[in-house]
């Protein structure tokens, strides 16, 4: 009995950590999933280009949510940028991809933030800039979902959208430099399940066979 009233006391005394880790488990299991296509499923290719100022970006909302009191509610994006990060250094091993304009976006937005805050100390355009950039930058994989839903990892994508309500509702302090970015990257997530699912229905109930 001591055990389970220790474990109850545990979780209302520290809700934030319970969400924050959850949330955390379930980004893992969605990286489970995507590097298991990447790796043995022959899926898609990451580009060194595509993920370094991916990395970058998420990393910069990751300081920013830290900084603003996020806690435990920011452990999610961490999990994000060191999977971006895994991405990129992975990416050193694969066939090198031409850059599209997407990678110049993301690639910008991440510099145009880090020198804005050099310059002014001050977090919230920054992370209105790194979050518009990976909404924008976010667009070509839309549009690869779109042609051919049946290769991306789906459950990989449910999993991170899941991962940051739960990473927000486990924010130790909530504004806009804390709220934004999360918010964004659950959007761009969300929607991309909504076109994989949708077209895979659509090509299916037309015959095509993945």
């Not at 999977?83 to 031409?98: I, M, R």
């Not at 937005?109 to 020198?115: S, T």
């Amino acid at each position: 009995m001591e055990y389970y009233s220790a474990i109850i006391s545990f979780i209302t005394e520290n809700p934030k950590t319970i969400l924050g880790g959850i949330g955390v488990l379930i980004g893992l299991v969605g990286y489970v999933f995507y590097w298991n296509n990447i790796i043995f499923q022959n899926g898609n290719k990451p580009s060194l280009f595509t993920w370094v100022p991916i990395a970058i970006i998420i990393s910069f909302g990751f300081y920013a949510q830290i900084e603003s009191g996020a806690m435990w509610g920011a452990a999610a994006t961490g999990i994000t940028a060191l999977n971006s990060t895994a991405l990129a250094l992975y990416a050193l091993f694969c066939k090198k991809t031409k850059p599209e304009w997407n990678d110049w976006v993301c690639f910008i937005g991440a510099l145009a933030a880090i020198i804005w805050w050099r310059i002014s100390h001050g977090l919230i355009l920054p992370v209105i800039i790194v979050s518009t950039a990976d909404i924008i930058a976010f667009y070509p994989t839309w549009k690869r979902g779109w042609i051919n839903p049946f290769r991306e990892t789906v459950w990989m994508w449910i999993l991170s959208f899941l991962k940051f309500f739960f990473a927000i509702a486990a924010l130790g302090a909530y504004s806009i430099t804390t709220l934004i970015f999360p918010l964004c990257i659950a959007l761009v997530n969300g929607t991309f399940v909504v076109i994989i699912l949708t077209r895979r229905m659509y090509l299916s109930k037309r015959g095509f066979i993945h």
